[in-house]
C-alpha cells in the first residue's frame, strides 16, 4: 500500500522555483540560475542542477565533443596509417610549401578542394619529380592536422605485393588489408597510379584498381590521384575502366616540373 500512497503523493506534487545566485565550481564566477523545487511525500526538495555557469557548461560541451571527434579519428587512423607517405612526405605542408609557375594552378586547386563538401576526386598529373605526390601529401597532412582519417595507399606498391602473392601468402594478406583500407577511407590518396606497366596482362591491375575505385564511388568516398600519364596512357596501364570510374566528376590539374630542381634544404630531415 506504501506504493500507492507515494504514487498519490506524487500527483498532487507542488512544485515552484527561485532565482538563486550560485560559484561556478570551474571558474569560480558567481552566477545566478533558475533553482527548481519539487515537493515529494511532503518535503520539499530542490531539483539537482549543474554547478557550473553557462559559459563554462558549453566550454564543457564543446570539450567533450572534440575529445569524441579526437577518439573517432584515432580509431580510424589506427587502421588506416601506415608506412608509404615515407618520412621525407611526412614532413611536407602547405606552410612550407615552394610555389612557382609550374605548380601554382595545381596549389590552387588544391587548396580549393580541401575547402569542398562533399570532395569530388582530384586527379594531379604530372613528370616525375615535378612534385605531384608532395602536393598530395599537403593535402593529406592537412587533412590529418584538421583530424580527418585519410589513408595514404603507392599504387606501385599495391601491384608489387599482389604480384608477390602470385607465390607468397603473408604478401597477399597484406595487400588485402591495403586494398580494404583503399576501398573504406574517408580520403584516399592512390599515389603514382600506373607507375609500374602491368606488361601484356592488364586484367588483374585493371580488376584491382577498378574494385577500389567502384567501392569508393559506390559510398561516393573522394579520391586523390598522382600520375605521370594522361588518361589515354593512363588507361593502357590501368584499363579504360578504371580511369573512367575515377575520372568521373573529377577535378583534374597539370603540374609541371621546376624551372630549377628542388634544393635539398626544402625536404624533410629523414
Ligand atoms: N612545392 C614544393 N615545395 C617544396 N618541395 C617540393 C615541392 N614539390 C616537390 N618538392 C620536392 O621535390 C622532390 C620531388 O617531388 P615529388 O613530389 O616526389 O615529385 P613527383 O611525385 O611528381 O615525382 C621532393 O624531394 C619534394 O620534396
Ligand atoms: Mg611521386
Ligand atoms: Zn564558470
Known sequence: ??????????????????????????????????????????????????TLCPACREAELNAQVLEEKRRRFDRAMARYRDGHLGSRLAGASFAAFLEGPHNAAALEMAQRWLGQAPRPNLLIVGPVGSGKSYLAACIHNALLAGQQPVHWLNAGSLVTRIRRGFTDPE?????????????????????????????????????????????RYRDELPTVVTTEWKSGALAERVGASVVSRLAHGAWAVGIDRPPTPYRRTAEAPR
Open 1 to 50: 500500500m506504501e506504493r500507492l500512497d507515494a504514487i498519490v503523493d506524487v500527483a498532487s506534487t507542488e512544485s515552484g522555483s527561485e532565482i538563486v545566485t550560485a560559484t561556478c565550481e570551474r571558474c569560480e564566477q558567481p552566477f545566478e540560475y533558475e533553482q527548481h523545487y519539487v515537493r515529494y511525500l511532503g518535503e520539499t526538495r530542490p531539483v539537482p542542477v549543474a
Open 171 to 215: 604478401a597477399t594478406a597484406r595487400a588485402n588489408r591495403w586494398l580494404e583500407n583503399a576501398e573504406t577511407a574517408p580520403v584516399l590518396v592512390l599515389d603514382d597510379l600506373g607507375k609500374v606497366h602491368p606488361g601484356k596482362d592488364v586484367s588483374w591491375v585493371e580488376e584491382t584498381f577498378y574494385g577500389i575505385a567502384e567501392a
